[in-house]
């Protein structure tokens, strides 16, 4: 359904790689693509050779990303790992793990004679990044919580004359000047409130102070688009409890409420083995974005994300190499735009 935005969703049937370029930035990546286990066509036998797999694609994502684009990649334990070190170098800030523990009755029938020897794997992994937000000074590149105490410290003004500032009593010198683990990032009125006041109290000889471009001062509408959106959900913590999907949810090779006309072999079968919960996705989707934010998918399957992003109001850019799976998940995804409403958790 076309918003004030433009249209919600844009699925591209082939290699993400393609069209990336042509995608608007985005507020939110969710990665859900090779896991080292040759799971689909593609997916490499071994996580060794997952960094190689997805070096083109974080060159891209950190290409196109924002300051305040979060990104959310799903994989195996021994297989994130392997990917981490080049995501870091792609500018992409570790946040936090999120563990899915699909529970006990996973492992029935998973077994062989090397698995047999160690502790059964229940889990898989969605590790949330950033992007690492950095300042450059005379002194070198800063990280905000330095840069915030520095620019402060260089128009000559005390400490404690943040409070003043900020209108309050104690709290802004301990929160936002602080460099030890209590800072927080000042939000866009504090920050309008420090940097006003710098400018305007602080030494005259080197003004202007926290400049994003050298020249003017940071407006509070540039620092907050620094940063990503959170809405926290109250109870969940990064340990999420669910079995592999099943159910009603679960694209099934005869048909689906989301896809009745799609024709699909083998009644029972499920139409793509990696197909993600829903409810998976509609969490990370809006903790971190807004409503109206781009959310791609570069691999898309049945594109779970971005019936997520759809049903929450955001836009979604999805790819799927695969046909078969990229015209179902078409079928989805329309059907998501029709109805706006999320499938609910069974
Ligand atoms: C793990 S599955 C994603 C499942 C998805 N999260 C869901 O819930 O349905 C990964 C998918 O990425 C697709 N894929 C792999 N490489 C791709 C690429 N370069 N561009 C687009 N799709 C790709 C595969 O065909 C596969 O369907």
Redesign the pocket.
Known sequence: MPDEFGAAWSL?R?????VYVEWPSPSMI?S????GVG?????PRTPEDLAA?YAP?IEHWSKYALPATTLWF?NTEIGWANVHPLLVSGGWEYVQTITWDKGINHIAGNVNGDTIRRFPVATEVCVFYRRRLEFETPRGVMPAKRWLRYEWQRAGLPLCRANEACGVANAATRKYLTQDWLWYFPPPEMMKRLVSYANRHGDPQGVPYYCLDGNTPVTSSEWSRLRHAWTHAHGLTNVWVAPP?HGNER?KGNGVRSAPRVHRPGPNAAV???????EF?RRVVTAATSPGDVVW?????????S?AAISAGRRAY?????DR??VM?AERLAFADETQVATSWP
């Open positions: 591209h082939g290699d993400a790689l393609d969710v859900d693509g090779a896991y799971g689909f066509p593609g997916d797999w694609h799903w999907l694209l793509h083995l990696n197909q993600k919960p829903l996705m998918e570069p691999f898309g399957g049945l594109c779970s994300a019936v999805a790819a799927e190499i695969v799976f990229a998940a």
